[in-house]
């Protein structure tokens, strides 16, 4: 316990992943992690400052909260930082029209997004909707662009629904990168401005943050580079094998 | 014209890659570029040895041939290098069962594979049939394995057929490179043994052979690594923009 004491010295924010984290997806809305609905309502009793910080981009942030909440969560929207609406905010901001390769359920949250003669493509975790038809949509789009702009929602390369484990954005994002000749950017973790942003909305520094997650990479290096701290739980896509 | 007898001095063989030189492939059997079928008969006439070199992998050999026998080319099975046949000589030497992520039309090729309880995936240029699903069995069985061995046929980024540029299957090679965190095997172009077996079957050297094919990185490169010397045809996927 003391070296716990010594590792969390300082800190004053907590970032929490989501997926993996709180809870696995599936089926009818997926499983609450043991422990993690009591561990949440712990933290927010403490002077602790929290928010959840995800990359899911399959359904909109108000029906994600929903779940969360149906399964025990004490989280409300305005406590989460997720993608698609800082997409959002990046496409207006560059006056970027987007052809979405995206799932249909987080549709909505791009209603106000001027989506004619686009001039980038945003891809988020389509799921099903990652079809050959939809990805080559998505390839030609950015192949008759004179500047090909791709966004990608997350690099995560899978996730663990309760069925096992699933595919994510990273590799079909990858697979455009290849067959265009293009780099990514990327929104979500582990991009450091997604990061800060999440930091922001808490009033706390990096130094006095720590991130947990199932994600080695996108969560755990991503904080770290940040200047954060960071845990791996052993819970959602974690593996020994792969860490 | 001096320049070209000075480039092609000393070439006994020539090497032709299929699509986009020979044809575009595409609805109906797709079509035949203007020229090639003259062009195929005259070097045939010619003392230089003519081998096919193609990394086609939706349709068998059998079929690929009689397609552009139809188109008018003289050509048979036996001139064709192709990476279906070279593939299952390979898993059988290497006593590999594969999980098969590939074109229905190919399927024939593997016929004589035992497939059961897999412990590799080969992927091919599967089309519509890249679904998400499909992706996502290929992932399952390459995570599931101790040493996840992948074999993808060709690993190009993308063709022509008549109707537009295509994904090809190098894009989803390189998903799951990323989602497994592996390196593929790649039999077909621009795998050098591929390559040496063309030139094998003819009997010429490379620093006596020259290939000519619409692919920078697949045609030309890989011919070149190999020693010989090489052509960019500008029809097929060729373009001024993406040479």
């Known amino acids: 316990m003391a070296a716990w004491a010594e590792r969390l010295a300082g800190v004053r924010g907590v970032l929490l992943d989501i997926s993996g984290v709180l809870y696995d997806s599936g089926a009818g809305g997926g499983a609450a992690i043991p422990g993690s609905v009591e561990a949440v309502a712990r933290l927010k009793r403490s002077p602790l400052k929290v928010r959840f910080c995800t990359n899911e981009s399959q359904k909109p942030r108000a029906e994600l909260v929903g779940l969360l909440q149906r399964l025990g969560f004490d989280i409300s929207e305005g406590e989460v930082t997720a993608p698609a609406p800082a997409t959002c905010q990046i496409l207006k901001e560059r006056g970027l029209r987007p052809h979405l390769l995206i799932h249909d359920g987080v549709r909505s949250e791009f209603d106000h997004i001027d989506t004619s003669n686009p001039n980038c493509v945003v891809i988020a975790d389509a799921g099903e909707g990652f079809s050959y038809q939809n990805m080559n949509k998505a390839f030609q789009v950015l192949m008759e662009l004179e500047n090909p702009v791709l966004i990608s929602l997350g690099k995560g390369r899978y996730y663990k629904e309760t069925s096992g484990l699933m595919l994510d954005v990273g590799a079909y994002m990858k697979a455009l990168e290849y067959a265009c000749g293009v780099e990514a950017e990327v929104v979500g973790k582990p991009s ?52």
């Open 192 to 243: 450091p401005e997604f990061f800060k942003s999440a930091l922001q909305a808490i009033g706390v520094e990096a130094h006095e943050a720590i991130m947990i997650g199932d994600d080695i990479v996108g969560d755990v290096g991503g904080a770290q580079r940040c200047g954060m701290r960071a845990l791996q739980v052993r819970t959602g896509k974690y593996s020994p094998r792969y860490p």
